[in-house]
């Protein structure tokens, strides 16, 4: 019994034994993988880490990159602002120097400041301005430069900065022949003696200057007259009327087509053709244009140059260029002659322009506000 029992007690601390290493394995395995774990989770996480601090690194970089290259576009922005304000401001002094056509003023403004004194002429135009400003509608004007030009410069920007396009006439025909064709077809070899304002007399160049001058007009009209906002085409009237060179071209050539015209009605008249508008009849009832080359000679070579449109001229330009000109003759205030449309009789579609002159001489532009 003694024996059997040590054997069953032996064999219970084998047992034990035996269960104590398997536990130990056991645990011995589980630390194992628990360190695995850990050195798993651990390595992950340095790696993170650096991983982290190299990306925070070229963050940062980046952002300073960035930073200047903000820096340095706002810094060039600013300077580029000035540089353009600087070349804006430029360009409008140097526009405003040579703009023949002034912005618009204050119409009582100016009656005031160019008739000061209790003169009897003084008090006449003061009145006439008033009477523009009240029962006209006229608030404001622009004034026009003092030349010799002045009648076709303020007709021609108004046609221009109102965007009225070629007459009927003119987009039948090509303005560009009309030189070829007085020269050639109708052999009307005296336009070699055409004077260009200031330069009168050109000879055997007479025929390329026109051609030019042709050229600027047509270019010009058709650009601007194409051009539907208001704004930009008032900018681009700005431009080309600042240009004397161009101007003198434009001027003209509208000459020109008036010459071009009282050729043809006196052709007419001669061949007993159709009848003629009766403005030629008083043209060529003068004795200083009863015909073409004697208004040519005796009056459009000297435009520009030494004289200004007269009354005839003015029904002519008016004619040839399909508009109502009303001119308001200031020193002809309180007479029937106060107010003169230019041609008398127009057809109804014709666009109407306006001027104002006080003396028959110079003109401005008057405009109108409701």
């Given at each position: 019994m003694q024996r059997q029992h040590n054997r069953?007690?032996?064999k219970n601390r084998d047992q034990f034994t035996e269960q104590e290493k398997r536990s130990r394995i056991n645990h011995s395995k589980r630390s194992v993988g628990r360190h695995e774990v850990w050195s798993w989770t651990t390595a992950t996480k340095e790696s993170l880490c650096l991983m982290w601090q190299k990306v925070k690194v070229q963050l940062m970089l980046?952002?300073?990159?960035l930073d200047a290259v903000f820096w340095y576009c706002r810094r060039l922005y600013s300077f580029l602002a000035q540089l353009l304000k600087?070349?804006?401001?430029?360009?409008?002094?140097?526009?405003?120097?040579?703009?023949?056509?002034?912005?618009?003023?204050?119409l009582l403004g100016y009656s005031a400041r160019e008739w000061k004194g209790e003169t009897k002429q003084a008090k006449h135009m003061r009145e006439a301005y008033e009477e523009l400003f009240w029962s006209c509608h006229i608030k404001y004007l622009r004034q026009v430069r003092r030349d010799n030009y002045s009648a076709v410069r303020a007709v021609l920007f108004q046609i221009f900065s109102q965007g009225i396009p070629f007459p009927s006439w003119m987009k039948e025909r090509d303005i560009l022949k009309l030189p070829e064709k007085l020269l050639y077809s109708q052999g009307c070899n005296w336009i070699q003696q055409y004077g260009f304002g200031p330069e009168r007399y050109t000879g055997p160049n007479a025929f390329g200057k026109l051609r030019k001058c042709m050229e600027a007009l047509k270019t010009n009209w058709a650009e601007i007259s194409a051009t539907k906002d208001q704004?930009?085409?008032?900018?681009?009237?700005?431009?080309l009327f600042s240009d004397e060179s161009k101007e003198h071209k434009l001027y003209e050539a509208i000459k020109f087509i008036m010459l071009y015209e009282v050729v043809e009605a006196y052709e007419q008249i001669k061949n007993r053709e159709e009848p003629v508008?009766?403005?030629?009849?008083?043209?060529f009832a003068r004795d200083t244009s009863s015909d073409p080359l004697s208004f040519m000679m005796n009056h459009l070579n000297s435009i520009g140059d030494s004289i200004c449109l007269d009354q005839v001229e003015l029904f002519l330009l008016g004619y040839v260029l399909?508009?109502?000109?009303r001119v308001y003759r200031l020193h002809r205030f309180n007479t029937e002659e106060f107010q003169?449309?230019?041609p008398d009789e127009y057809r109804r579609e014709w666009n109407e322009i306006s001027l104002l002159t006080e003396d028959d001489r110079y003109y401005h532009i008057p405009l109108f506000r409701t």
């Open positions: 069953k007690a032996s980046s952002m300073s990159f600087w070349w804006s401001n430029y360009l409008q002094t140097k526009l405003l120097r040579n703009l023949s056509v002034l912005t618009e003023v204050d704004e930009e085409r008032g900018n681009m009237c700005n431009i508008h009766n403005l030629f009849g008083l043209l399909e508009v109502k000109i003169v449309n230019y």
